[in-house]
């Protein structure tokens, strides 16, 4: 079936601490592809999305991501995490008239 | 600029209970769409709309109907309420031009059916 997977539900990781969350997806073609964020008592906001071109994606605030085609993956990076960023990331993929399919979320707790 | 505005926030149904949801879009958005959120599963989408006056089925369409009467406004009916549709939903909208752009999502409803 055609999915968005994401690991490591729960990261618990001290500040200063890198940050890399995995997604892989299996929908085939030319795909959209998304991080969204969600910070405590929020509403999704967009990281970072990716189109076409250069496969390194940069977002907000520090996260970057990088498109792998061969291997279907989309994973969301930062070098150096703060306690700001305690949210639950969502990878995401554009299914046709902009219908997002997500993964499941990671947890992300970052300790001060 | 309101963006994505949801109402209520938070609603407690009793079971067998009728509720609509109303979300309402400011950016004059073609597309509009209601997810359920629940926790481990991630956002699923319910139902969504393609323009004013057109509707059509999501992943967990079941137990939900929608209308779109108005192209800024997207209503989520919920016609007899059950403790399966506790859950935080989100409303989102984007652009006719679908490519190179992305959802904007309302701050969501939490319901709880008790």
């Known amino acids: 079936a055609q999915s968005v997977s994401q690991h490591n539900h729960h990261v618990i990781l001290s500040e200063a601490a890198s940050l890399e969350l995995g997604c892989n997806y299996s929908y085939g073609g030319t795909v959209n592809l998304f991080w969204y964020v969600q910070y405590p008592g929020q509403h999704l906001q967009l990281l970072l999305k990716y189109f076409s071109g250069d496969p390194l994606v940069k977002g907000i605030k520090g996260f970057e991501a990088e498109f792998i085609k061969s291997k279907f993956s989309f994973n969301l990076r930062k070098p150096s995490v703060q306690w700001s960023d305690t949210a639950e990331y969502f990878c995401a993929v554009n299914i046709g008239n902009n219908r997002l399919a997500f993964g499941k979320g990671n947890q992300v707790v970052v300790i001060p | 600029n309101a963006g994505v505005t949801q109402t209520p926030k938070f609603r407690v149904l009793k079971t067998g209970q009728s509720m609509t949801l109303l979300c309402a879009q400011d950016?004059?958005?073609?597309?509009m769409y209601w997810y359920r959120q629940d926790p481990g599963m991630g956002l699923r989408l319910i139902h969504y709309s393609v323009g004013e006056g057109t509707t059509a089925k999501g992943e967990v369409p079941d137990g939900y109907n929608v209308s779109r009467l108005k192209k800024q406004n997207f209503l989520l009916g919920l016609e007899s309420a059950a403790p399966s549709q506790t859950s935080v939903y989100f409303c989102?909208?984007?652009?006719?031009?679908?490519?190179?752009?992305?959802?904007?999502f309302g701050q969501g409803t939490r319901l709880t059916v008790v």
């Open positions: 989102a909208s984007s652009p006719l031009q679908a490519l190179h752009t992305e959802a904007f």
């Open positions: 950016m004059n958005h073609e597309y």
